[in-house]
């Protein structure tokens, strides 16, 4: 046999065996998307996101196939990488789905997580003339993207929102607020739904650092409670003129005291569980779900959780509410197989 013919031969086998594999699983692809909702934000972040998405395994060879879509959003300090990378539990979100594809306990779904990581490190998945319109990025710049390069659903009955933490809280906000766009809503541990009921001495401290710094390089340095606190006032209470930061703390420090600056602090009160009594009628037209672990680190989860259980039922409102066995973090994969995508597959058209 010539070399040639050898290293043809090679050439089919490996494109054979590629073929085989691709017929077996679903494929992870990183895109780059165009943000035009994002341009012109205050903190410098770029007009563009990096989208990784999961697509099913009978997506190459169905050339006619539509699927729906699940948007999964990470937590704050995360990435897109967040369900593929195994941090949860190592948790790879293509090897999940095609497992419960195989099983039969999902339907064949696309899945995508965009980049949501701004310089606060996390964006709340909402408009804000500091980090950029987020809110308009997910529901305009990143479905209008998979519906025009992928065999999408495209309309509300096939797309659906869910998220871990922050993407939690994201997932509910995109959900109430657009349900044109999406027909049902899982958040996992949803952060940040109502202004914190507890003022500990860790909260403190939070908020003392927040109120000290006075310069971009000391914001890492700060800790993951003052980072939260600023990302969530790009959010509720931006000020353009008010660098480098462009935002407005609703603490402030007077000599060694800590003090409420009432007028920013009512600018706060407007979460998801503030809000909901002014979406019912968006509300309604979805399927909703959430939960928390009973033993989250994040001690305001596991009662803003029950609280928005029973301002739901108050209002008359479908859904499904749990507190599970468990923490921030350690049954989210789990939750994710069991629950989520199951969830979904039943809900989407």
């Not at 096939?158 to 999406?182: D, E, I, K, Q, W």
């Not at 390089?217 to 790009?234: C, L, M, P, V």
């Not at 008010?242 to 979460?271: E, I």
């Not at 033993?295 to 305001?300: E, H, K, S, Y």
Request: proline letters at 6%.
């Amino acid at each position: 046999m010539t070399l040639t013919k050898l290293a043809l031969g090679l050439f089919l086998a490996l494109t054979a065996a590629t073929d085989v594999s691709a017929q077996q699983g679903g494929v992870t692809h990183v895109d780059t998307v165009a943000a035009p909702s994002l341009r012109g934000n205050l903190i410098g972040d770029p007009d563009w996101r990096e989208v990784t998405v999961y697509l099913p395994p009978s997506y190459s060879r169905n050339r006619t196939k539509r699927y729906p879509v699940v948007y999964l959003l990470h937590g704050f300090a995360a990435d897109h990488r967040a369900f593929m990378k195994g941090a949860y539990q190592n948790l790879n979100v293509r090897i999940s789905m095609d497992s419960l594809i195989k099983a039969g306990l999902s339907r064949e779904m696309i899945v995508v997580t965009p980049n949501a990581r701004s310089w606060f490190d996390g964006s709340f998945y909402a408009n804000s003339v500091v980090t950029g319109n987020w809110e308009d990025f997910i529901v305009r710049d990143l479905v209008g993207y998979m519906d025009r390069k992928y065999r999408t659903i495209p309309n509300r009955s096939g797309r659906g929102v869910t998220g871990h933490s922050m993407g939690g809280y994201g997932a509910l906000r995109l959900g109430m607020r657009h349900p044109h766009v999406f027909s049902a809503v899982y958040a996992l541990s949803p952060c940040c739904l109502g202004t914190s009921q507890y003022n500990d001495a860790g909260t403190q401290r939070d908020w003392r650092r927040g109120a000290a710094l006075t310069a971009r390089d000391q914001y890492k340095a700060s800790g993951f409670g003052t980072n939260r606190f600023y990302a969530e006032a790009a959010v509720y209470s931006p000020d353009p003129d008010n660098p480098p930061f462009f935002v407005r703390l609703p603490y402030r420090l007077s000599g060694d005291s800590l003090v409420m600056d009432t007028a920013v602090a009512r600018k706060w009160r407007a979460t998801p569980l503030d809000e909901a009594p002014s979406y019912v009628r968006n509300l309604k037209r979805l399927a909703i779900a959430f939960d928390a672990g009973d033993r989250d680190g994040l001690r305001d989860i596991p009662p803003n959780v029950q609280r928005l259980d029973s301002v739901l039922t108050a209002l008359g409102i479908p859904h499904t509410s749990e507190i599970y066995d468990g923490d921030h973090g350690n049954r989210i994969r789990q939750r994710l197989e069991s629950k989520v995508f199951p969830f979904f597959s039943r809900n989407l058209r």
